[in-house]
């Protein structure tokens, strides 16, 4: 997957807004105002940090050398994931899924209703 590819991707969901908050570089993707990944739009090779459940995450990182601890980030929640070809699609795709829902599921009751009135 590329960054336009992942960037559409992220577009389409509901809620969602991209920003460039810290630098000119690194491009933040917010659901309701809370991050759920962040990618620089200048390294090579793509990667992306991506919310994740801490047993998942433990359990991503033995299995697939492309996910590793977050860079930058708190490494119990967020992976690293190198969007790379030995990643299926269907499973990069899944990721982010899973890391928007994580930040959906935390947002206060009034601003989950929110969204869903979008």
Known sequence: MDIETFRNYCLAKKGVTEGF????TTLVFKVMGKMFAVTSISKIP??????CDPDRS???REHYPEITPGYHMNKKHWNTVNFSEFLATDM????IDHSYALVVKG????IQQQLRDL
């Not at 908050?21 to 000119?24: H, I, N, Q, S, V």
């Not at 947002?107 to 009034?110: A, H, Q, R, V």
């Open 21 to 24: 908050p810290f630098d000119e």
């Open 46 to 51: 793509f990667a992306v940090n991506l919310k």
């Open 58 to 60: 433990i359990e991503l």
């Open 92 to 95: 990069l795709y899944e990721l």
């Open 107 to 110: 947002l206060p009751k009034k």
